[in-house]
């Protein structure tokens, strides 16, 4: 069949391929579902670090995705994007968001979700995307409220008829949102979880009286794997693809950059609801395909050509997997303390978006490698909140890259840990005071008030100056992984004493004696008012704190 430019799989055969372009019979309708996942604003073919073996090979780019959609589309299909479109290239930040925009426009989307990378440009940038898109943003409705909208622009849901098939798509919103985004880009937006998300919107979505049900969002597939277990009634979910799954009929994971085309056909009896039969399969997006598209006049366009440039060699492959994140992701965070002159340099895993082949590399590859544009911020902290920026993710989360600093861990040290295995950072140099480069996305999670100084680079901008200047590009040393002795693990779960009363977060005061939540925050608002603490003795001019009180906590605190 023209336009099959591969095949991945395992997942499926091609034995339904034929259905939807001959007559499936009288009691069966065919519909095509095309699925795109973390586009990244991705123009240009990138490296496949899917499939084994060295050199990489180039895969995607919008004019062969466009040209793949064109051949293989029939008339009853839809095609839909997991959301995380329209940022992670030099292209997507020139335009922010709206090239991808536009590329979804010309390709003829049926509907998108939103990804957490979709709020870079902020809120009302994403509804600026959501007015240039000829296709609905299916999300929260509570976007419409922290946008102030009195015209509903955004909804979960949409129903569309099919050739006779009437299918309700629901649209999940990304719940790592607020945690990858700072909160003035959100606008404060809270995302409920999938499983709840889901539980909202289908009743309503099933009194339409809908034939078959799908999901689709920018979740991790493990929350895909819940909602089947969850909802038995829907017929498909799609997700960002997730390595080490167990392979599920109807759960449709889609790999990133559009690299692939995922392609599922869904059977229907015409006289009861439900999908009868799902088969889901990979399609590759190989380049060099000559076409004439609006596709290829779009590409030229917006194609910012002086990313194309060759800047540096690039001695190891980072990536894929977590393994090759970590291993770049101390190469950035040594960029990051070098350039800005930081003691330590503390950087979420999150700021690594893909990998890098070995080999000669173009600006635009060390771009899309760390694509996000973050803010950094150089402040200067004591040792106990150090320990906070650290520990400012959630407890599951892979914890933040390190440069300039070691670490003491719980359990398994050959791997990166989680936060919660985290005991304490091992300075190698004693200081009252430490230069903490980190992003301000990061420093506003831990909650610490000081701000310090705003870089005048951005993290994406820092890092293809620095990696461009290097000869050769090499993994550094990391920080060593020490084994956690007894006393770090028992100290762990309490504040580094003593605790700084001019800079400590209420979380940090909460530890002092007899400190609640109520007169933390009296001392932190005391100190926004009056200035530093010059002595421990002036807590007793908070309200709350008197003589006996100050005695207990006086040993267990500092004005450094």
């Keep these: 069949m023209a336009g099959l430019h591969g095949y991945i799989g395992g997942r ?14 009288p009691e069966f309708q065919g519909v095509r579902i095309l699925a795109t996942s973390d586009l990244h604003c991705r123009v240009r073919p990138c490296s496949d670090f899917e ?10 780019g919008w004019e062969n995705l466009a040209v793949l959609i064109r051949d293989i589309r029939p008339e009853a299909s839809l095609l839909l994007d997991c959301g995380d479109f329209a940022f992670g290239s030099a292209e997507g930040e020139k335009t922010q968001g709206r090239a991808a925009v536009r590329f979804m426009n010309l390709a003829g989307y049926d509907a998108a979700a939103i990804g957490a990378r979709d709020f870079q440009g902020g809120a009302e940038n994403l509804e600026i995307l959501a007015r240039l898109a000829r296709f609905p943003f299916l999300a929260d409705p509570m976007l419409d409220v922290v946008l102030n909208r009195q015209v509903p622009l955004f909804r979960p849901y949409l129903i569309k008829d099919v050739s006779g098939v009437r299918v309700g798509i629901i649209g999940l919103t990304d719940p790592d949102i607020p945690k990858l985004n700072l909160e003035d880009n959100t606008r404060g937006l809270a995302v409920d979880e999938p499983v709840a998300q889901l539980a909202r919107y289908l009743p309503a979505l099933q009194a339409e009286s809908v034939d078959i049900i799908i999901a689709f969002g920018h979740i991790p597939v493990q929350d895909a794997a819940s909602l089947l277990d969850s909802f038995p009634e829907l017929s498909v979910v799609i997700c960002p693809d997730g390595r080490g799954e167990e392979e599920r009929e109807n759960l449709i994971p889609i790999a990133p950059y559009g690299q692939r085309l995922g392609v599922i056909d869904i059977l229907v009896h015409r006289q009861g609801r439900g999908a009868y039969q799902v088969e889901a399969r990979s399609l590759n997006i190989l380049p060099g395909r000559p076409d004439s598209s609006k596709a290829a006049a779009l590409v030229e366009e917006l194609l910012v050509v002086e990313m194309d440039s060759v800047v540096c060699y690039c001695g190891a492959e980072f990536g894929p997997g977590e393994d090759g994140f970590v291993s770049l992701g101390m190469v950035v965070s040594e960029a990051v303390r070098r350039s800005t002159g930081a003691d330590i340099a503390i950087l979420p895993l999150a700021v690594v978006e893909s990998g890098l082949s070995r080999g000669w590399l173009k600006a635009h590859e060390l771009f899309e490698a760390v694509p ?22 959630e407890q599951d989360e892979c914890a933040p ?19 919660a295995q985290v005991a304490r950072i091992r300075h190698r140099t004693r200081k009252l005071q430490y230069r903490v480069a980190t992003t301000e996305q990061l420093l506003e999670r831990s909650g610490i008030a000081e701000k310090g100084k705003l870089m005048p680079r951005n993290l994406t901008d820092l890092w293809v100056e620095w990696a461009s200047a290097r000869d050769t590009l090499m993994p550094v040393p990391g920080p060593k992984l020490y084994t956690a002795t007894p006393g770090l693990v028992h100290s762990a ?29 009296r001392i932190i608002e005391y100190r926004q008012a009056q200035g530093r603490f010059g002595s421990v003795d002036e807590l007793q001019n908070v309200k709350g704190i008197g003589p006996k009180k100050l ?10």
């Design 12 to 25: 499926a055969s091609f034995i339904l391929l034929g259905w939807l372009l001959a007559s499936p019979g």
């Design 51 to 60: 499939a084994p073996g060295l050199p990489r090979r180039l895969l995607g």
């Design 372 to 393: 996000f544009a973050e803010p950094l911020r150089l402040v200067l902290l004591d040792d106990t909140l150090v320990h906070e920026v650290f520990r400012a993710l």
């Design 401 to 419: 890259l390190l440069a300039g600093a070691d670490l003491f861990v719980l359990g398994d040290t050959s791997r990166w840990p989680l936060v």
């Design 493 to 521: 779960d309490s504040a580094s004493f003593p605790i700084n009363i001019n800079t400590a977060t209420a979380k940090l005061l909460e530890q002092l004696p007899g400190i609640g939540p109520k007169t933390a925050q």
């Design 551 to 560: 005695e207990k906590i006086r040993p267990l605190a500092t004005v450094r």
